[in-house]
């Protein structure tokens, strides 16, 4: 306890010492968005210290049940690991329980992709192709903040905000969906407890908010931060595919689903083959036919969720399944009658009950 008030306090003199000399340099009447900038970089450390920093080993503190926390691995330029996500080049998702693995596109890609970027938006900015730009100011969080509007080099925008009187980073916002299928939320994240690693400060909080109603949608906070750790070059790989039946089966679907009749094909295959044909496949058709969808592949998700109905028609899970499919094919009344099918089947389904809830507010 000693050590971590310590730590604490040293991080605070380097933070004031920094800040003081930041504000020294300030301008007294009007700044630009390149001057917000470099007092954050000097804040942080400095450009030097900060590109100097490599790799970063994030841990979660440990989980109420005992289990150790979450772990997130980064590397420059772009790598990036947390759970089941990941980025080593091309943006993955891996999904254990059937063993799905996703080298996933659109609008899931995208969001795997801004998560990947080593550097926050404000120093990201300084590279060719980002953009940004002094909006305002802002109170947040009881704090006397700028606002920046940063544009992403694929034309996704955040808005930042920096604390005028510390200089640091305190807020993100941002909108995008929630959920695959939802509609466009606004959220805020709000940024904290800096710590400093290798002579660079590191936010170790983030809680994230709907704007709209204050909601806390979720967040993250690490206990230990490590810089420069050697990683393995396989760090950032997906996991291996289970050598089984199954799992062969549902990773061929993903990668076919831009040709309907070559998805459908595995599956068919599966479902006629002598030493397949008795296996269960519903849990995983649903989970590689919802991975169709939210990646693009409309047609082919929903062709193989409407088969997947017809092997298992007193499923709740199925009903929703493809309730969903209809959902995003645009297919409205459909979607319902299948979510309100898979109620009087399940009626504890709350997946269901969200569903149909999410179309009483649309409408």
């Not at 059937?98 to 990201?124: C, E, K, N, Q």
Request: proline letters at 5%.
């Amino acid at each position: 306890m000693r050590a971590l008030r310590n730590a604490v306090i040293v991080t605070g003199l380097i933070l004031n010492t920094r800040k003081a000399g930041a504000q020294a340099v300030a301008a007294s009447g009007s700044i630009t968005a390149q001057e917000i900038i470099q007092h954050y970089i000097a804040v942080r450390g400095g450009l030097e210290r900060l590109r100097a920093i490599r790799t970063l080993l994030l841990r979660g503190p440990a989980r109420p049940d005992g289990r150790p926390g979450r772990q997130m691995i980064r590397a420059r330029p772009f790598y990036f690991t947390i759970g089941t996500e990941g980025n080593d080049g091309s943006p993955w998702e891996g999904y254990d329980e059937y063993g799905l693995r996703t080298r996933v596109t659109h609008a899931p890609a995208a969001a795997l992709r801004h998560t990947a970027y080593f550097d926050d938006p404000l120093i990201m900015s300084l590279e060719p192709g980002w953009r940004i730009e002094l909006t305002g100011s802002e109170t947040i969080d009881g704090k006397d903040a700028y606002r920046l509007r940063v544009v992403f080099p694929d034309e996704w925008v955040n808005e930042l905000f920096v604390d005028k009187h510390s200089w640091l980073l305190i807020a993100r916002r941002f909108t995008a969906p929630f959920h695959a299928f939802g509609e466009a939320v606004t959220t805020q994240t709000l940024i904290g407890d800096y710590r400093e690693i290798n002579g660079v400060l590191f936010p170790t909080r983030y809680d994230e908010y709907d704007l709209a109603t204050g909601a806390l949608l979720g967040g993250a906070e690490w206990a230990t931060v490590e810089a420069n750790v050697a990683l393995s070059p396989n760090t950032f790989l997906p996991p291996l595919v289970p050598d089984t039946p199954l799992a062969r089966m549902i990773n061929a679907v993903f990668a076919a689903r831009f040709i309907p009749a070559d998805a459908l094909g595995w599956y068919h295959d599966f479902r006629t083959n002598p030493a397949t044909v008795g296996m269960d496949s519903e849990g995983a058709i649903e989970s590689v036919g919802y991975q169709c969808l939210k990646n693009g592949a409309i047609t082919t998700g929903l062709a193989l969720l409407e088969e997947n109905l017809q092997a298992h028609p007193q499923s709740a899970a199925a009903h929703f399944g493809l309730g969903r499919a209809y959902r995003a094919a645009g297919r409205e009344e459909e979607a319902l009658t299948q979510f309100h099918t898979a109620l009087q089947i399940d009626s504890s389904f709350q997946a269901a009950k969200d569903a149909i809830a999410s179309a009483r507010l649309r409408y």
